[in-house]
């Protein structure tokens, strides 16, 4: 599980359309739905030092998608690491490879988009909106029948919460996930 709570919010209620009001605990909710599916925080930017695990191999992925130059990098001891590249897609390169082990790299950068995205806006605005829906106690009658006849209503393949959250939007999700 990623805790997200050390970070500022994905949607603000100030982002969501006129007229869709929440609590903040079910923003809050979708908002670290969205990010845990993801993989990572997505935005807004945000330096801090992150401590991943390596495999020793020559290539650290970071979880990130857009990265600075980091600033800093030490071994789990805080001896700094020299002598590395790095691509702002949140891979670090060392020719002579990077320690092993759980915890064994620690990276200090900035990473994350500046803002949310108006895509990642619209998800999470829709998820609140059936997540309402579906806690307001209006039942969907997807289909009925009676003496042979049968009668099917709505789209069974709409997004919804019923659905997992990839299902529904990972046309759009697929874009910022690690």
Known sequence: MIDFSDYDPLVTPDDLPDGLTVEDSDLESACD???????????????????????????????????????????????????WTWSEVGQLYRACNWPSGFRAVKVTLAHGLQATPPSIIAVVADILRDRARASSGVSSIKSASLDGAAITYGDSDSAGIRRGLMGAYGHVLRRYSL
Not at 41 to 52: D, F, G, Q, W, Y
Not at 55 to 73: K, Q, V
């Open 33 to 83: 739905d969205v990010r845990g599916a993801c993989g990572w925080h997505i935005a807004p930017r945000k330096s801090e030092t992150l401590v991943v695990d390596s495999d020793g191999g020559a290539l650290l992925t970071l979880p990130s998608l857009l990265i600075s130059e980091p600033t800093l990098i030490t071994d789990k001891n805080d001896v700094p690491i020299t002598d």
